[in-house]
């Protein structure tokens, strides 16, 4: 089926270990995303790509990498956790025209990070 | 900057009854609005979307959002509640062509 896809589900971690979260799309779109969402704070955007080769910061991209290795692939990476980055991060992505409208996002399913 | 306040962090009503999540919007541009559903240790699902076609907007699951450019809201409603219902609703805006912001979710809760 297609979709967005990341791994690992559920993640372990303890302080200063690093890991990265998988992220590959069959949809053929040209942006991706990474979001973390945190109880009462909605999602929050930790970095974006729009295109194939290119990166840019989000809202809360501090303690974060991102690589985007294909169209198909998105991965972030945490060099040295720490427990405020216990959280739970969402891959998405979109297609969008070239005037401008955007289609939403469709998203994977989500790690559950714990960093102790 | 563009962004989105939902009213109400949770929200709890009786199966049968009608359904009224309310969202406001801030844009210095004619927006991109959406509403999103997450049923517990899932993602996030489309539920609908504005994009200027018709203020009046029908998505999945018997909800629809109307669109009120007076008023900066985009609520969401749906006219009889079912137990399924129950899971937490983001409203979001898009920015831009490539990002989109979203509030900070309201619960949904259905009583039998």
């Known amino acids: 089926n297609a979709g967005v896809t990341q791994t690992p589900k559920f993640q372990v971690l303890k302080t200063g270990q690093s890991m990265t979260l998988q992220c590959a799309q069959d949809m053929n779109h040209n942006s991706m995303y990474w979001y973390r969402q945190d109880p009462g704070m909605g999602l929050r955007l930790i970095y974006y790509?729009?295109?194939?080769?290119?990166?840019d910061k989000g809202e809360v991209p501090n303690g974060y990498n991102v690589s985007r290795l294909n169209k198909r692939e998105f991965s972030l990476r945490l060099e040295s956790a720490a427990p405020s980055q216990t959280s739970v991060y969402f891959c998405?992505?979109?297609?969008?025209?070239?005037?401008?409208?955007?289609?939403?996002?469709?998203f994977g399913s989500g790690t559950r990070l714990t960093v102790v | 900057a563009q962004s989105v306040t939902q009213l109400g962090s949770h929200v709890s009503v009786s199966e049968g009854a009608l359904v009224l999540l309310r969202c406001n919007y801030s844009s210095s541009v004619p927006p991109y609005l959406f509403w999103y559903v997450q049923y517990p240790n899932q993602g996030l699902q489309l539920l609908l979307k504005y994009t200027s076609a018709a203020t009046l907007v029908k998505g999945i699951n018997g909800f629809e959002a109307e669109f009120k450019k007076s008023e900066t809201s985009f609520h969401l409603t749906k006219p009889s509640a079912h137990m399924s219902d129950a899971a937490e609703y983001f409203c979001?805006?898009?920015?831009?062509?490539?990002?989109?912001?979203f509030g900070s979710g309201t619960r949904l809760s259905i009583r039998p």
């Open positions: 998405a992505t979109t297609a969008y025209s070239g005037t401008g409208s955007n289609y939403g996002y469709t």
């Open positions: 979001a805006v898009a920015s831009s062509a490539s990002k989109i912001i």
């Open positions: 790509s729009a295109s194939e080769g290119t990166t």
